[in-house]
């Protein structure tokens, strides 16, 4: 076997924040844009995974860049990070734990978009990739959402909760213990392994995740957009918020 070193790289931007007291504590909205790549004639688009993160962050990320020209800028500052190589192992998430730009004890809270546009469907006998996911319909999930790491920061998931109020997205908390490991799948998870506040948007998983099936028609625009506002509301108010979320009570740094 032959091994190479490729050389990769996260892109980042941020909006820096208008308070002398908070400017630098950091929200991170983030989504991976790797995806699998392809094979011969076989093509992995990623529309889903994670195309819609992607698109999802470029949007929050010209909001707040519309905001400040208006003259709104946050108290907080905010880092918009597009992670590489989430498919390889997290590697770019993990390299930016390595090598942060600044302190993790400043990072207030992590919103990491993988798979926002889609609607969760597991079938009977799906195989392993769904194990231990109860069966369901697509269109039982037509408005809803996953929300994973909720019960490692209940302050963060409140947050998220506000920031829907006004959204109507069918909000669940769960997978943050299930057979297939799921919490550990995304980008946020370097970052609660670090004490850090963080939780994942996910519609869920589908039959053609990870398949050449992944494809933007297939994606549930309406819903996707909804997220996209509430991911940029919960970012907006983390980064205005007097208090800063805490970790449950067994995930607090020594
Ligand atoms: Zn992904």
Redesign the pocket.
Known sequence: MTQHLIPDRNVVARVEGADPRLKDDWVIVSA?YD?NGAEDEQIYN?AD??GS?TVGLLEIAEAYARAVERGQRPRRSVLFAAWNS??RGLLGAWAFIEQPLFLLERIVGVLNM??IGRNEEVQVGGGARFRGLEVQTAESNNNAINILGYSRTPDLWALVQQANAGIGLELKPRYDNNLSNLLR??DHWPFLQRGVPAVWFHTGLHPDYHTVYDRPEKINYDKMEKVARLVYQASWDLAQQDGRPRMAARNVRP
Do not use: F, I, K, W
């Open positions: 991976h995806h990623g995974d994670d993160g989430e498919e993988d798979m799948r995304s």
